[in-house]
């Protein structure tokens, strides 16, 4: 009798959970927020999500919304679809730049908020509206979500440990001794394409560093143990050649010291061993005194390009490579938040000491 009494009330409970069918859900993979240039509804909110067509086939289904702010606008695209939908298989959340430029933050917490919606989402700018890049149909991609999780993925791959997701950009934010970025996207010739690395200062895009300099950038970054560098060099030929280079990173020191006067100044030591994959140049690149040549001349580059970035970084208050952690780290507690932060930043004397080492050489024209 007490069995069978367990067991109706088992059937009971399990009648009274939320019951879900899948032909009435949507899963939601990316979403997309825009400023527009209406007062009363500021905000626009891009939905994207896979469908099956009467004819069985995969398809997407794309709402856009706009509203008061977030939450407004993400109600109403409730109203504009039968399904019921679900936000937990999000892949990529995507801020169009003029809505980068006033400040992320309130639209991450709406995410974090959203108990279904793990940190992990992977997070971009668009270089224009982020629901130009949701609406693009590219031919034989499927999912404009998936494929920009894909190319965040390749991303991450080819500077390793650099996420770009919820989580990073938050702890970075929360961080006070570095800056977040992002990458951005455009539209291209109806592709998606990486045009570069957003910059912030606290949660708002001040800048975008070109792919050029934002190779830079990642040689910088302490988590960066590997990855690709790309460059024209002059080697005394008539025209510049291109280099290709994997790369691994040897050795990775930041130090800060004070000076007489009590100011602080820096240094940023790095040295790369890589293999040459790609050379354009005429020279032999396995003649040992070539390789020399080479390794002086990319030396040379990293050093003028570096202290470049560093003080356009400076100028723009942004600290993407975490300098001010060992600033932070050379004072005790009191001296740290009695700090102009970005004043001392901006103040430091910054130097960039590279030494790149050739390990072996492989293609080259």
Aim: aromatic share 8%; with cysteine.
């Amino acid at each position: 009798m007490n069995k069978l009494f367990g067991i109706l009330i088992i059937f009971l409970l399990t009648g009274c959970a939320e019951q879900r069918i899948i032909d009435d859900l949507a899963m939601v993979n990316a979403i997309g927020y825009d400023l527009t240039d209406n007062e009363t509804n500021p905000i626009k909110v891009t939905v994207t999500f896979p469908i099956i067509t009467k004819d069985g086939n995969y398809d997407r289904k794309t709402i856009i919304v706009e509203g008061k702010s977030s939450k407004a606008a993400k109600e109403k695209v409730r109203l504009k679809t039968n399904f019921k939908l679900e936000s937990g298989q999000m892949r990529v959340s995507l801020f169009g730049q003029e809505l980068a430029e006033q400040g992320m933050l309130p639209y991450l917490h709406s995410l974090v908020r959203d108990a279904s919606i793990g940190t992990r989402v992977m997070l971009a700018l668009a270089e224009d509206d982020a629901s130009d890049i949701l609406l693009l149909q590219i031919k034989n991609e499927g999912q404009n979500a998936t494929y920009l999780e894909q190319f965040l993925t390749k991303l991450n791959r080819e500077n390793v440990r650099t996420n770009y997701n919820m989580y990073q950009f938050l702890r970075d934010y929360y961080d006070d001794g570095i800056d977040p970025i992002l990458p951005v996207f455009k539209v291209e010739k109806n592709n998606i394409v990486y045009n570069g690395i957003g910059l912030f200062h606290e949660d708002k895009l001040v800048e975008v560093l070109k792919p050029s300099e934002a190779r830079y950038l990642f040689l910088f970054r302490e988590e960066m143990n590997k990855g690709v560098f790309i460059e024209q060099m002059d080697v005394g030929e008539k025209e510049k050649v291109s280099i290709m280079l994997s790369y691994q990173l040897k050795d990775h020191q930041i130090k800060v010291q004070s000076t007489a006067n009590h100011q602080k100044k820096a240094s940023i030591h790095i040295e790369l061993i890589g293999d040459v994959i790609e050379y354009s140049g005429k020279e032999d690149v396995s003649d040992p005194k070539v390789q020399k040549k080479i390794e002086n001349i990319i030396t040379k580059k990293i050093n003028q390009e570096g202290k470049n970035l560093i003080l356009k970084l400076q100028k723009l208050q942004v600290d993407p490579i975490g300098i001010n952690r060992y600033v932070r780290n050379s004072m005790n507690y009191n001296e740290w938040k009695a700090l102009n932060k970005y004043q001392a930043y901006q103040d430091l004397n910054i130097n960039v000491e590279a030494n790149v080492i050739l390990n072996s050489s492989g293609k080259w024209k």
